[in-house]
Every structure is written in structure tokens, then in C-alpha cells.
């Protein structure tokens, strides 16, 4: 996809190459797509990507906060954390599972598989959208979450027809 540096093409293929074995070790997940979230791309930046695994290429990209409990003072740094209360995200790879309407209107819930993220559902950490977070890239930085990977309500959109059309989780990596 244009517009995407050599770098984070090779950060993007390294995290691929750890999912398909996750996805390899598991029917339970989707083998033609998954989500990923590189944490080291500034916020008002496309941080998130939609990857067609059979194509081996990136088929989308957009928009998503962190938690403002990952901020640490210094820019470009963040910090993460598991911990209940901490609004941090936490790295790691999740599988997204059933929807639901809460507050923030549709979201899904996310279950963390590594140790890095296991109390992600205990945490209440749900994908969904907000409408502060922008749909185009901007300069800066963007608004922040509780710990939810958070998006705008247009990419959310798109997101979420590729979730509700699966018939298997897809699971969603997040890295730094």
C-alpha cells in the first residue's frame, strides 16, 4: 500500500510472521485477515492495518489512540501496562471477539492471549470508535483512551464489516 515506509513494511512482516503461527496453532482464528497496531508510528498518524494474510499485502489503514496512561512525558516514548486502573494499552496480541452497544455505541470485546495482555477483558479493553479521533492523518498528536485501541467512527465502520463477516476471530497484534 503507498505510502507506508520500508520500515514499518519490515515491522509489519515480522509481526505477520509471529501471527501465522499463532493463527497456525489455532482453527479457532482467521486465516485471510488481521489487525495490527504499531505503537512506535505518532498517534496523528495510519498506525492501524488491515492485512489480507493470503495476499501477504496491507488492503487498509487509518487512525487509533492509545491510552493516556502510556504517556510518559517525553515524546515519541510510551510506556505499557496490564494493569487494571492504568488506562495504558498493553502490547500483545488479542482475538476480537462478540459486539455489543455500549457507551461509546458498538464495540468489540478483546481477549488478550499474552501475558502482556491477559487482563484485557477484566480491564473492559473493547475496540470502538470515538469521534475525536480523526479520520485523515494530522501533524501531532490525537486524543487518547482509557486503554482501548480507539478509532474514528468512519474506519470503525469499515472495520467492522470485515469483523461481523467472519466466521472465525480475527486476531489483532499490538506492538511497539
Known amino acids: 500500500m503507498e505510502n507506508v515506509n520500508s520500515k ?3 515491522r509489519i ?3 505477520m510472521n509471529q ?3 499463532v493463527i497456525k496453532s489455532d482453527p479457532k482464528f482467521n486465516k485471510e485477515v488481521a489487525f495490527l497496531i504499531d505503537m512506535k508510528i505518532p498517534s496523528g498518524k495510519n498506525r492501524f492495518f488491515v492485512y489480507d494474510i493470503k495476499n501477504n499485502k496491507i488492503i487498509d489503514k487509518g487512525i487509533v489512540a492509545h491510552g493516556s496512561g502510556s504517556e510518559t512525558g517525553i515524546q515519541g516514548k510510551l510506556k505499557f501496562s ?3 486502573n492504568s488506562l495504558s494499552t498493553s502490547l500483545g496480541n488479542y482475538y476480537i ?3 455489543y452497544y455500549g457507551k461509546f455505541g458498538k ?3 478483546l481477549y488478550g492471549l499474552d501475558k502482556t495482555n491477559d487482563n484485557a477483558f477484566n480491564r473492559d479493553i473493547v475496540f470502538h470508535y470515538y469521534y475525536d479521533v480523526p479520520y485523515e492523518e494530522k501533524d501531532g498528536y490525537i486524543c487518547n483512551s482509557h486503554g482501548c485501541p480507539m478509532v474514528n467512527k468512519n474506519f470503525f465502520e469499515k472495520i467492522a464489516k ?3 463477516k467472519s466466521d472465525s476471530n480475527i486476531l489483532l497484534s499490538i506492538y511497539y
Do not use: E, F
Open 107 to 109: 464495540a468489540y470485546k
Open 97 to 99: 471477539g462478540n459486539y
Open 8 to 10: 514499518t513494511i519490515s
Open 82 to 84: 496490564n494493569v487494571s
Open 19 to 21: 501471527l501465522k503461527k
Open 13 to 15: 512482516d515480522y509481526q
Open 162 to 164: 470485515i469483523i461481523d
